[in-house]
């Protein structure tokens, strides 16, 4: 009997010793999901971030490409009035030198 008890002691022990161990690691286990959860967590935050500056990028762009594009009409406009005004020196020049020359 003592036999018995004692190696029911010893049995005790060692469920004793592996529980420890057992819970030892669960702690670490959390730890570690904690651990996770915070890294998540911020690069959540980061990627947040990155995208509201793409988009504050984005809008910017946009404007940009608005504004060169009613500085193109801008200057096709004056591009057309710069052709009639060299092709105008142009009948000047003709009509001078003719009327030179007839003279």
Same mark, same amino acid.
């Given at each position: 009997?003592?036999?018995k008890?004692?190696? =029911?002691?010893?049995?005790? *022990?060692? $469920?004793? +010793?592996?529980t420890?161990?057992?819970? %030892?690691?669960?702690?670490?286990? @959390?730890?570690?999901?904690?651990?996770?959860?915070?890294?998540?967590?911020?690069?959540? +935050?980061?990627?947040?971030?990155v995208?509201?500056?793409? =988009?504050d990028?984005k809008? $910017?762009?946009?404007?940009?490409?608005? %504004?060169?594009?009613?500085? %193109?009409?801008? =200057?096709?406009?004056?591009?057309?009035?710069?052709?009639?005004?060299?092709?105008?020196?142009? $009948?000047? *020049?003709?009509?001078?030198?003719y009327? *030179? @020359?007839?003279?």
């Open positions: 009997m003592l036999k008890s004692s190696s =029911l002691h010893q049995s005790e *022990i060692q $469920i004793d +010793k592996k420890n161990n057992l819970i %030892k690691g669960l702690r670490i286990v @959390k730890q570690i999901a904690q651990d996770l959860n915070d890294e998540i967590t911020d690069s959540r +935050k980061y990627f947040e971030r995208n509201s500056d793409m =988009l990028t809008n $910017i762009l946009d404007e940009t490409l608005r %504004k060169l594009n009613v500085l %193109k009409r801008k =200057l096709n406009q004056v591009h057309g009035v710069y052709c009639i005004f060299v092709l105008f020196i142009f $009948i000047v *020049i003709f009509v001078v030198y009327w *030179i @020359k007839m003279s």
